[in-house]
């Protein structure tokens, strides 16, 4: 790569996965912990800056098999009995898998802190109003910190999340969600 293209090269921020938080409403404070320290952290709600959410595809949709397309190729409709004919039946799609994703920026830390829904645990920090399926969760956790945090800046994905209103289109990478998130 030449200097040029060093420069347009939109560069990745530092992030930091999420591996507990709960909240401690009579502090106003958040206590966090990340895969990168071995400490908690402890975070008043004037330190948080912007609350982020997204949806983000776990593959690109619509790969097709290899072997598929060599047998609807190479083989003639003659060679199939007809009710297996592959021209005969309509393509399924492929059907898109999206993670949800939400990010804190904290005053003072470089660091973005993420965590993905489906490998977070909310137990640790909704206690009893947590349940067994994950958007419930999510939305509860969403919810909760935009009341803990009010003055907190709110990125489209997270109010609408909060607001139980569909989501902005989907991000291509989680790469793509932490660019997203200044």
């Not at 776990?58 to 199939?80: C, H, I, Q, Y």
Request: proline share 7%; glycine share 4%; net charge negative.
């Amino acid at each position: 790569m030449n200097e040029e293209e060093l420069r347009s090269t939109p560069v990745v921020p530092v992030h930091a996965r999420l591996t507990r938080l709960r909240f401690d409403e009579d502090e106003s404070t958040l206590h966090a912990s990340v895969e990168s320290a071995s400490e908690e952290y402890a975070v008043g709600v004037s330190q948080l800056k912007a609350l982020y959410a997204a949806q983000v595809r776990a593959e690109p949709p619509g790969k097709r098999e290899v072997v598929e397309d060599f047998m609807r190729n190479v083989l003639t409709a003659s060679t199939w009995p007809r009710r297996l004919r592959p021209h005969t039946q309509a393509e399924v799609p492929a059907e898109e898998e999206l993670h949800f994703v939400v990010a804190l920026r904290v005053k003072d830390v470089a660091e973005l802190w993420y965590l993905v829904a489906d490998s977070f645990n909310f137990r640790e920090s909704l206690g009893g109003d947590a349940s067994y399926a994950t958007e419930f969760n999510l939305r509860t956790f969403v919810r909760r910190l935009a009341l803990f945090a009010p003055g907190a800046a709110q990125n489209p994905g997270f109010r609408a999340l909060v607001a139980h209103r569909p989501m902005p289109a989907p991000l291509s990478s989680l790469i793509e969600f932490f660019r997203d998130c200044p």
